[in-house]
C-alpha cells in the first residue's frame, strides 16, 4: 500500500518560500491521481496471484458491511473475507480457498476445519 497526498507547503520551510516554484492545483491533482491509478494496478496484479490458492486466516471479526462474512488476515497481512459465523470462528485460524481478488483485499471460502 502506499500513502499519498497532493503536496501543499508546509509553514516555516524553505520549499513554502519558493513561490515561483509551486505547482498549480491542476497539476498536483493530475499527478496525485496518475500515481494511485499507477499503485491500485500494481496492488490488483499482486493480488491475482492469490488466486485460487489456500491460504491459513486468522480470522479477526465480522465484516460489518455483510454480516454473513467475517474477515482475518494471512501470513502476509493480507486481508481476506469469507463467509462464515463469527462466533464459531473468531480466533481460529481457517484454511481459506481464495476465490475473488481487489487491490488490497482478497475473498475466500472455508477448504477445510479451523483450528
Not at 32 to 38: K, V, W, Y
Not at 40 to 56: D, P, Q, T
Not at 66 to 83: A, S
Request: glycine content about 6%; overall charge positive.
Amino acid at each position: 500500500m502506499v500513502n499519498t497526498a497532493a503536496y501543499s507547503p508546509l509553514p516555516n520551510t524553505p520549499a513554502a518560500t519558493w513561490t515561483s516554484l509551486q505547482l498549480s492545483d491542476e497539476v498536483k491533482q493530475d499527478r496525485l491521481q496518475r500515481i494511485n491509478r499507477l499503485a491500485n494496478f500494481h496492488a490488483e496484479k499482486r493480488s491475482r496471484r492469490y488466486l485460487g490458492r489456500v491460504l491459513e486466516v486468522l480470522v479477526e471479526d465480522v465484516n460489518t458491511k455483510r454480516p454473513e462474512q467475517v474477515y482475518g488476515r494471512n501470513d502476509q497481512n493480507r486481508l481476506v473475507y469469507l463467509n462464515g459465523d463469527i462466533s464459531e470462528l473468531k480466533g481460529k485460524i481457517v484454511p481459506v480457498r481464495v476465490v475473488e481478488t481487489r487491490a488490497y483485499s482478497l475473498t475466500g471460502e472455508i477448504a477445510g476445519p479451523p483450528r
